[in-house]
């Protein structure tokens, strides 16, 4: 999809995936211009490039078939509801692709609104209890005889270390 936006609750990833998003199409030749909500004061497509290129020292411009835009923290932006629809609307025929970035514990806004505009939903989901317990096993299985570590005690006691230092991290 071009115009996707991501919930998620708060330290999911986000920003991450964004970063990521970023790398990988500067990568493909695109031209990704990522903006935080929170700094967004102006609607205007050539102010939002100006401040990005200002702030990297960069020198991009507008190629509706090459440039990306990126917006993280999209629902500490602080827009009203008719300047946010404008924003919306020029955003998405101006970009080639636009990914926004919502903590959804956060996200107050009906999500039918974005559905105008093109924009798809996307979830990012938490990582469980069940899936990091299955990484934590295979970070200590790395090189090891499958048969020894379903009875290894040690193991187990390995993984129970690092699950409490993982959770207290979290």
């Given at each position: 999809?071009?115009?996707?936006?991501?919930?998620?609750?708060?330290?999911?990833?986000?920003?991450?995936?964004m970063?990521?998003?970023?790398?990988?199409?500067?990568?493909?030749?695109?031209?990704p211009?990522?903006?935080?909500?929170?700094?967004?004061?102006?609607?205007?497509?050539?102010?939002?490039?100006?401040?990005?290129?200002?702030?990297?020292?960069?020198?991009?411009?507008?190629?509706?078939?090459?440039?990306?835009?990126?917006i993280d923290?999209?629902?500490?932006?602080?827009?009203k509801?008719?300047?946010l629809?404008?924003?919306?609307s020029?955003?998405?025929?101006?970009?080639?692709?636009?990914?926004?970035f919502?903590?959804?514990?956060?996200?107050?806004?009906?999500s039918?609104?974005?559905l105008?505009?093109?924009?798809?939903?996307?979830?990012?989901?938490?990582?469980?209890?069940?899936?990091?317990?299955?990484l934590?096993?295979?970070?200590?299985?790395?090189?090891?005889?499958i048969?020894?570590?379903?009875?290894?005690?040690?193991?187990?006691?390995?993984?129970?270390?690092?699950?409490?230092?993982?959770?207290?991290?979290?």
């Open positions: 999809y071009n115009y996707i936006y991501f919930l998620g609750s708060e330290e999911s990833g986000k920003t991450t995936l970063k990521r998003l970023a790398k990988d199409y500067l990568s493909q030749g695109y031209s211009i990522v903006v935080n909500a929170e700094n967004l004061k102006n609607i205007d497509e050539k102010q939002i490039l100006q401040d990005f290129n200002e702030r990297f020292g960069l020198s991009f411009s507008i190629d509706s078939s090459k440039t990306i835009l990126l923290n999209f629902s500490k932006q602080r827009l509801d008719n300047v629809d404008k924003f919306l020029e955003i998405t025929e101006k970009f080639f692709k636009v990914f926004i919502v903590d959804k514990n956060n996200f107050f806004m009906n039918n609104k974005y105008k505009y093109k924009f798809k939903e996307v979830e990012i989901l938490n990582f469980g209890y069940a899936k990091r317990n299955e934590y096993k295979r970070w200590y299985s790395v090189g090891e005889d048969d020894v570590i379903k009875t290894d005690n040690e193991m187990y006691g390995k993984i129970d270390a690092l699950a409490n230092h993982f959770d207290i991290l979290m």
